[in-house]
C-alpha cells in the first residue's frame, strides 16, 4: 500500500520492503503529518514482515508461534493504518475499492 502511495505521488518505484523506510519517505513528501503516528508502528510491521519473510532466519519455532495474539492484531490494526492514509491520498476513485478491501480483511481478523 504504502509503495502505491509513493508511486501516486509521482517517486519512483522503491526496491524494498522496509516499512521504516517507505514511511520514512511518505513523510519526506509530505503525505504523512505526524510522523509518530506510522513510525512506531513501521518498525512493527517490519519485525512480522522479516520473520514471516525468512523463516529460516535462526528460529526455532515456526514464524506464526513467534507472535502473541495482541502482537498479530497490532500488527494487522498498523496495517489497516495504511489502508486509511491511501483513501485519504487516492480519493473516491479507488475508495470503494480499497473499503472493501479493509472491510474484508477486518472480518477475516474477527473470526
Given amino acids: 500500500m504504502s509503495k502505491a502511495i509513493l508511486i501516486h505521488?509521482?517517486?519512483d518505484l522503491v526496491h524494498t520492503h522496509n516499512?521504516?523506510?517507505l514511511t520514512q519517505s511518505l513523510i519526506e513528501i509530505?503525505?504523512?503529518g505526524n510522523k509518530d503516528?506510522?513510525?512506531e508502528p513501521a518498525r512493527a510491521l517490519n519485525q512480522?514482515?522479516?520473520m514471516s519473510r525468512y523463516p529460516q532466519a535462526e528460529l526455532e519455532e515456526a514464524p506464526y508461534k513467534a507472535f502473541s495474539q495482541a502482537q498479530a492484531e497490532l500488527a494487522i490494526e498498523y496495517?489497516?493504518?495504511y489502508y486509511d492514509l491511501?483513501?485519504?491520498i487516492f480519493g473516491d476513485d479507488v475508495k470503494p475499492i480499497l473499503?472493501?478491501?479493509r472491510n474484508e480483511i477486518q472480518q477475516l481478523w474477527r473470526q
Avoid: E, P, Q, Y
Wanted: aromatic residues 12%; glycine residues 12%; hydrophobic residues 55%.
Fill in 30 to 32: 509530505g503525505l504523512i
Fill in 19 to 21: 516499512m521504516s523506510k
Fill in 37 to 39: 503516528d506510522f513510525m
Fill in 79 to 81: 496495517g489497516l493504518n
Fill in 99 to 101: 473499503l472493501d478491501k
Fill in 9 to 11: 505521488a509521482g517517486k
Fill in 86 to 88: 491511501a483513501m485519504h
Fill in 48 to 50: 512480522v514482515f522479516w
